[in-house]
Nanobody
Framework: QVQLVESGGGLVQAGDSLRLSCAAS?????????MGWFRQAPGKEREFVAA????????RYAGSVEGRFTISIDNAKKMVYLQMDSLKPEDTAVYYC???????????????????WGQGTQVTVSS
């Protein structure tokens, strides 16, 4: 069973940075996987933030975070990271790591394609 554990959330001020981490386990190889970050703000639906193929070659960002957030992957450690810079109050949300066991570039932004989800980590950005 694939398990995903997020860490790194917290309370920061606008303009600050945070790095979220996601530890993946339960498979000897994640080669065919895509990994994504999604977020859900209070009273809103969960939305796509960023995704990366396990190879690290294919990356997607939501328009609202492009240029501020950077997704990366460490295959050897089975870790996925989300570096968040220039944080804004509207970035406040619970951030979830997700895994899709069949990487397809056209569907990386679609949360319905992701079979495995972490428990989430809270990010709060004060103004």
């Amino acid at each position: 069973q694939v398990q995903l554990v997020e860490s790194g959330g917290g309370l920061v001020q606008a303009g600050d940075s945070l790095r979220l981490s996601c530890a993946a386990s339960g498979r000897s190889s994640f080669t065919s996987y895509a990994m994504g970050w999604f977020r859900q703000a209070p009273g809103k639906e969960r939305e796509f933030v960023a995704a990366i193929s396990w190879s690290g070659i294919t990356i997607r960002y939501a328009g609202s975070v492009e240029g501020r957030f950077t997704i990366s992957i460490d295959n050897a450690k089975k870790m996925v990271y989300l570096q968040m810079d220039s944080l804004k109050p509207e970035d406040t949300a619970v951030y979830y790591c997700a895994a899709d066991d069949t990487f397809a570039p056209s569907y990386m932004t679609d949360q319905n394609e992701y079979e495995y989800w972490g428990q989430g980590t809270q990010v709060t950005v004060s103004s």
